[in-house]
């Protein structure tokens, strides 16, 4: 079963409304990685791509316990949502196929298609990714993009005091080919780490302010 990671050209968009949230509602992200492609990732070649973002939206309406039964079964109702900035979900037996978010970096735009698992356990819904398959810009084919890299992340959906908590870990290995490792890394890291942090903190509030609705849309039917 594969998994991928959708990368896209995005607008970096200022929000200042997004910066005024009731600290509620908890949500974490981590994407893990299926066996590296990279054999040497101290190479110069090899750049680290960085996110983390954290999320609390509070919700009305939630009794006890209602708003942790109906985490558990978020899952499902996940491919009925119209998520943000184009992503997608497709549901199976128990995973789901996310297509994320397309991103850019420079004249490179890649969109991943990840097969998520995931499962329930006392912390909250937790979801994880092991493999994802590239489409884009005709880099990802000419450079050989889809096997020049590696990625970390892991989603964990629960409660807190009425509100939904999110916390995002993302790590991306690219051992870029040439004439793109020839740009210094302190240079090329702190641009691509800042364009994935953009996207993953506007797309991961976004996602939960949508299951924050739908909960309350719902709530009557977890009393």
Not at 16 to 21: K, W
Not at 79 to 86: H, I, K, R, V, Y
Not at 130 to 154: C, K, M, Q
Request: net charge negative; charged share 20%.
């Amino acid at each position: 079963m594969e998994s991928g990671t959708t990368i896209q050209t995005i607008r970096l968009i200022t929000r200042p409304d997004l910066l005024v949230q009731v600290a509620v509602f908890h949500v974490t992200v981590t994407c893990l990685s299926e066996p590296s492609r990279i054999k040497d990732k101290s190479s110069n070649s090899v750049i680290q791509i960085r996110a983390s973002e954290r999320v609390a939206v509070g919700v009305s309406g939630a009794s006890d316990g209602s708003l942790s039964i109906y985490l558990k079964q978020c899952a499902r109702f996940l491919p009925n949502f119209t998520l943000p900035l184009g992503a997608s979900v497709v549901a199976g037996a128990d995973w789901l196929e996310v297509s994320v978010p397309p991103l850019k970096f420079y004249d490179v735009w890649v969109q991943p298609k990840a097969t998520t698992t995931y499962s329930v356990s006392p912390l909250g819904v937790e979801f994880l990714s092991n493999s994802a398959t590239l489409t884009g810009s005709h880099h990802v084919e000419s450079l050989g993009l889809s096997d020049r890299y590696d990625l970390s992340v892991r989603a964990l959906l629960r409660e807190e005091r009425e509100a939904i908590d999110a916390t995002v870990d993302v790590v991306v290995n690219v051992d870029l080919p040439m004439p793109f490792s020839l740009m210094p890394k302190p240079v090329v890291e702190p641009v691509a780490s800042a364009v994935m942090q953009s996207m993953t903190s506007l797309f991961l509030r976004q996602v939960v302010e949508v299951l924050a609705h739908d909960f309350q849309t719902r709530s009557k039917d977890y009393v």
